[in-house]
Structures are given as structure tokens and as C-alpha cells.
């Protein structure tokens, strides 16, 4: 059990949360590795260990942070980066280069080289210009790439629209036109610089519903088929993305990885069959799903004051500078009073952030206790995009993250202190 209630404190993976605001501080993130190891095992049993030729890339752009490559390496799961600052921290933490898989839109030279240097297992290309800036960056470095296409496999998926990806009109991947893709992919194929690996697609994140998946396989898989006619190469490797939805409220009826993977891989194996295809590798790249439900956030409550007739409001000491998530997509969340845990629940009261920003509302009219300045809270479900997205808006820290196991606490990452907030400023002599 992650989370327990014991003498009236909300304890997560062992480690009573009260004691840990007391010791760290808040706003304080609290990530609880077991919660991260189960996940990573039930891919391991449900995907990795039950089909041939199948790995997961974690989606390190959830929750990229030293420690929590080190986890992911231990359990045995590949990473996907999507920056050099993302691809920096893997090497940092020495990430097994053949196990780092480089996406993005907009790769720089500088990125694409670092990654090349690195030897990263995977790079996944977004458009032709990116094809033959790795092309001469290889032939310099004389080194070669193994790569797949991302492509927009023209699903529509139910998530909010500021995190689907796998539309026609799609900043990400290349159309399926096949005049405007057979060049690029005959280019790969003909390139002595890069390995043409595969196909990748990601359609979008926080889904429940595996037929967007399949939609989007079967394309991919149609493309194969397509290659194959066309030019005679059978691709190697299929990536089908993340975007396991995971439970933020009561309504998120979250589903197994089996739900998604066997159906998937079942169409796969079919397809591949009739279509006289060699079944590719399979990868997938969760990220979501992985450490959302493991994380937690502790915050303070400060400043409470009732609007007569109208509302309650309980301002804690952060909001959408570690959360942006209610702001930026309306996302839900659930939370309580740590402290309270046990009391019964008395009064409603919306969750305000301290950022003088409108949209910087937490929570709205959430049944609590009878609450009070100094009281801890805590939202749940806070591991992924989280501590990712964390800002500095209004010049606020940080926060800190804690790394909890069976009762035991490690800081990950520190707090960031005002000094280092404003550590790259600096005043011209004009202003002296
Ligand atoms: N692969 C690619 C290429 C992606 O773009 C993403 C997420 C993933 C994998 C992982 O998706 P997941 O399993 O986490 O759903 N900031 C937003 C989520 C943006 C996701 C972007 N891409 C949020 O907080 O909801």
C-alpha cells in the first residue's frame, strides 16, 4: 500500500507526510519509488517478458530527474529524451546510450550531435530537413543512426486538445501523403549514414480508449505494407507511443496495460501474418503512466478567507508554478488535509495557488475538514508533469523532491533558493 492513513497523518509509501513537510519544507513533491517499481514491473510482466522483441522507452519528459533515470535503468526500461537538456541528464546519470531514444520537432545540430556522439539507440525523425542535417552530421562524425519516421496517423483522440497529437493538422511527424513521404523514406532507405529502423506514432496522452491505438497501428502497419511493395525493405521496428491514461479523480476508470498491449499486439501479429510481413520489434513509450500516481504534492495552507455568500478560499504556499496542469488543460485533481486525515469531512473550500494569475485555482470546492493556516496539504497524483512543468513564475522556488521507499526519504533534487533564481542575472555597467 502506497497510501495508508495512521494516527490521523496521510503516510505515502511508508513515510508519514506531515513529518516530511516538517523536515523538507513546502511546496515539497513527494515520489514514492515503490509506486514507480510496480509500474515498471507490470509492463515488464504484461509487455516486455510475455512477447519476443518488444521494449519500453519511458517517457522521461514526464519526470526527468537523475535519480529517477537510475530507477528506470534498474527495472529495466529504455528512455525516450526530447532535448539536450533531457538527453544531458541521461548521460549524466549514464544512461545506457543503445537504451535512449531521441524525439522532437525541432532538434538543433548541437542536440542531434550530442545524441550521435553519445550513440543514443534511436533517434525518431520529424521531417526531411532533420534527415539530412543527421546525414551530414553522421558522414562528419563518420558514425550512422539507427531512425525512425514519426508520422500523423490521422486519429482523432478523446483527451484534451492541447495534448493530442495524432491529428492531420499536427506540429508533430510527417503526413501520410505518400508523395510527399515515399521521397523522404527512399532517401532513409538510400543513405548509407542512417539505419531505417521504423515508423513511430504517438497520438496523445491521458487516453482510456485502446481503439485510438489500434486506428493508429493499423495505419502504421498499412505503411509498412506500403514500404515493403514500394521498395522492396521491410522495416524493422513499429513505435506506438504513449499515452496510458492514468486515475487523477474517482471518474478515471484506469485501464491495465494488458487492456492496451494485447489487443495491439495481437492485430499486430495478425496483420503481419496475413500481410506476409516479418512481425518488427514493438516499442512503446509510456511516460504518464509510469509516475503520475507515485508522485504526490505537500503544500501549506496560508491565507484563508471566506467570501460571504459566495465561497471559501484555502491559498496554498504554491500552485501553478509546481501544478500548471489546472490552468493550462482544466485538469481535476483530488487532495486532503494530511494532518486531518482521519476527520471527518465538514466544509467546502477552493484551493487557491499564490500566483496573481486568475486561472491559478487548484481545486474547486473540495470537501475538507474544518481547515486552518498552517494545515498540510496534499494533492495526489502529481508525479508526471508536475515537477516537469514546475516554473519559476513570480519569481517562486522550486520545490524540492523527495524520493520515498518503505519508510525511508531521500531528496532528489533540492530546492532551488533564491539566489539561484536570479544567479544568470546581470546588470550592465550603463545601469551602475
Ligand atoms: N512519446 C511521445 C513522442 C510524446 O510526445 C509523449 C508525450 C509521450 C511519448 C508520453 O505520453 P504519456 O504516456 O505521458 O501520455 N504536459 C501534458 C502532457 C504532454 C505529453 C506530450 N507528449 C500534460 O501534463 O498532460
Known sequence: MIKEIKNNHLYWDGCDTV????????????????AIE?????????????????????????????????????????????SGGELYTAIQAQFPAEHIEFNGNNKSDEELAIAIDYGVGRIIVDGSQELDRIGE????????????????????????????TGQKDSKFGLPLDEEFLFPILQQAITMPEVDFYGIH???????????????????ALELAVRIKEKFDYEIKELNYGGGFGVRYT??????????????????????????????????????RSIVAEAGITLHT????????????????????????????YQAIYTGMVANKADQPLEETVTIS????????ILMKDLQVPLIASGDIFTTFT???????????????????????????????????????????????????
Open 201 to 219: 506514432f504517438h497520438i496523445g496522452s491521458q487516453l482510456f480508449d485502446n481503439t485510438t491505438h489500434l486506428k493508429a497501428a493499423k495505419v
Open 137 to 164: 552530421i553522421c558522414r562528419k562524425k563518420e558514425k550512422k543512426a539507427n531512425i525512425l519516421f514519426r508520422i500523423t496517423p490521422e486519429v482523432d483522440v478523446a483527451t484534451h486538445q492541447f495534448i493530442s
Open 353 to 360: 495557488g499564490k500566483a496573481c494569475e486568475s486561472t491559478d
Open 38 to 82: 510496480n509500474e515498471c514491473r507490470a509492463l515488464q510482466k504484461d509487455f516486455i517478458k510475455k512477447y519476443d522483441n518488444v521494449h519500453v522507452a519511458y517517457a522521461s519528459k514526464a519526470f526527468n530527474n537523475l535519480a529517477m533515470l537510475k530507477i528506470i535503468e534498474k527495472e529495466g526500461l529504455g528512455i525516450d529524451v526530447v
Open 301 to 328: 495552507i496560508g491565507s484563508i478567507k471566506t467570501l460571504p455568500h459566495i465561497r471559501k478560499y484555502a491559498a496554498i504556499d504554491g500552485g501553478m508554478t509546481d501544478n500548471v496542469r489546472p490552468g493550462l
Open 382 to 432: 502529481t508525479g508526471a508533469y508536475g515537477y516537469a512543468m514546475a516554473n519559476n513564475y513570480n519569481k517562486l522556488a522550486i520545490p524540492a523532491v523527495v524520493l520515498v521507499n518503505k519508510g525511508q526519504a531521500d531528496i532528489i533534487v533540492k530546492r532551488q533558493t533564491y539566489a539561484q533564481i536570479i544567479q544568470n542575472e546581470r546588470i550592465p555597467d550603463s545601469l551602475k
Open 19 to 34: 513529518e516530511l513537510a516538517e523536515n523538507y519544507g513546502t511546496p515539497l513533491y513527494v515520489i514514492s519509488q515503490t
Open 250 to 287: 474517482q471518474d478515471d476508470q484506469r485501464q491495465s496495460y494488458a487492456y492496451f498491449l494485447d489487443p495491439l499486439m495481437a492485430l499486430t501479429e495478425d496483420f503481419c501474418e496475413k500481410n506476409g510481413l516479418k512481425r518488427p520489434a514493438i516499442a512503446i513509450e509510456p511516460g
